[in-house]
């Protein structure tokens, strides 16, 4: 899979929610009237996913939101960028796609026809 | 519901989604245009998301603004080209005229990517972000996604296909108040359409 800025922002993403899920797991065990059984599933569920972060976890992050926004652009028929989902993303496309192409300057009279009437 | 830009009463924490008709003033804008028009409704819509901000409201749009824009403008720019060269497909001139047909295509792509650039300087100047819906359950998200596509066309005949993409992407993101300078969205009462 082609490394991205979205994919870096949605790594970072994931680590702050493991980090939350780490102190939430730690506020159970510091309460002292909590009850023992949700106690021991926090903690239970929180090495699970200590277990199955970070590489596991965000593959299967990044496959379902590649997924997502692949449904996306195969329902827009988009085949030019398929992979987007941020700005950056798009900006970043572009700046590949920009290589070997002409330097232009759009024409006044070309930007002054343009309307957003036509959307 | 549909009111004027002008005579929104803003309320904080609003989200606003912008149309394609909302963000290309603002492209145009960027790009220099002369344009009165143009250069006014990029003042009202810079001047209502101004006071959104100030509100701590934000305006975002979808990917599909830039699509519309790209496809727009490799549309008009083709057919400028057939119509230099007399030829009525693209297709008859690369065969009648291969080399001058692949220059040409590369100035037309080198001119959608200048436009989008403009138009991704415009977003970033006024604070819109472009977004997507991430959502866990990529097949169940797609199918609502396309439910609310299809219940907006069904219900309302003056709106097009991309338009009612357009609200079904914008309702998805989580807003309910949409900019546009297309009064065919006056119509349709499920969202608070802003225009003018």
């Known amino acids: 899979m082609k490394s991205s800025i979205g994919e870096a922002r949605i790594k970072e993403a994931l680590r702050a929610r493991q980090m939350c899920a780490r102190s939430s797991a730690h506020a159970v065990h510091s309460h002292p009237h909590e009850n023992h059984k949700r106690r021991d599933r926090a903690f239970a569920n929180s090495r699970l996913r200590n277990k199955r972060y970070p590489e596991e976890e965000t593959q299967r992050k990044l496959k379902e939101l590649n997924a ?12 030019q960028v398929p992979n987007v989902s941020f700005l950056d993303d798009v900006l970043l496309a572009l700046e590949l796609k920009q290589s070997g192409l ?15 009437d036509d959307f | ?22 963000v290309f003033p603002l492209a145009l804008q960027a790009a220099g245009t002369q344009n009165q ?25 979808s990917v599909l ?49 200048k436009m989008l650039t ?16 991430v959502v866990i359950n990529a097949a169940e998200a ?10 907006f066309l069904r219900h309302y005949h003056a709106i097009d296909s991309m338009d009612a993409l357009h609200m079904a992407l914008g309702s998805t993101l ?11 969205w006056t119509s349709v009462t499920e969202i608070e359409v802003l225009y003018n």
């Open chain 2, 37 to 61: 028009l143009e250069l006014d409704r990029a003042r009202r819509v810079s001047a209502f998301l101004d006071h959104a901000k100030r509100n701590s409201s934000r305006g975002l749009c």
């Open chain 2, 142 to 151: 797609g199918k609502k996604l396309r439910k609310a596509h299809r219940d």
């Open chain 2, 1 to 22: 519901m549909a009111t004027l830009l002008a005579s929104f009463a803003h309320k904080p924490d609003t989200l606003f989604y912008l149309d394609t008709s909302a």
């Open chain 2, 65 to 113: 603004v830039l699509e519309e824009i790209a496809a727009h403008i490799r549309n008009k720019t083709q057919r400028d080209a057939l119509t230099r060269v007399r030829c009525d497909k693209w297709r008859d001139f690369c065969d009648t005229d291969p080399d001058n047909a692949e220059a040409e295509g590369k100035k037309i792509q080198a001119t959608v990517l």
């Open chain 2, 174 to 184: 989580g807003c309910k108040h949409f900019i546009t300078f297309d009064k065919h």
């Open chain 1, 102 to 116: 002409p330097e232009v300057t759009l024409p006044q009279e070309f930007i002054d026809a343009l309307s957003s």
């Open chain 1, 68 to 79: 997502a926004v692949a449904n996306i652009s195969k329902y827009l028929n988009v085949q």
């Open chain 2, 118 to 133: 403009h138009t991704a300087d415009a977003l970033a100047s006024a604070g819109i972000t472009v977004e997507q819906p």
